[in-house]
């Protein structure tokens, strides 16, 4: 079942993650800075209207930002590590969702070819 309060901090943290501003994704939606705002802090009841577009400009499923998952997403995986990597992170907060990732990328640029 979706969780309305839980959509804003979705929507936040793909979107930091993204590197998007709050500017540039009400610019990609067609809303005001001040709409993302309300939602990710939970206070505008426009999300769910606007939540197909949100996904497509974030790249993501509007599953996830619904539910917090994405059965695509579990489907792509096909080893028992990633899958548990997959729920691990997911379970993460959106502070260390960064960390993982900054992590993960310096990884990946210090393995040897």
């Given amino acids: 079942m979706s969780d309305p309060a839980q959509i804003g ?12 501003t709050q500017d540039q994704l009400a610019s990609a939606v ?17 999300v769910t209207g606007n939540l197909t577009r949100i996904a497509q400009c974030l ?9 917090g998952m994405d059965k695509s ?11 548990a990597l997959l729920r691990l992170y997911r379970e993460c907060t959106p502070d260390d969702r960064q960390t993982l990732l900054r992590l993960a990328r310096r990884l990946r640029a210090t393995r040897p070819d």
Avoid: C
């Fill in 9 to 20: 901090p979705r929507i936040k943290a793909v979107r930091t993650e993204r590197g998007l």
């Fill in 30 to 46: 067609g809303v005001s800075r001040s709409a993302v705002a309300q939602w990710e802090t939970g206070r505008a009841g426009q």
């Fill in 59 to 67: 790249d993501v499923g509007v599953e996830y930002l619904m539910y």
């Fill in 73 to 83: 997403a579990e489907e792509e995986v096909s080893h028992g590590d990633e899958l």
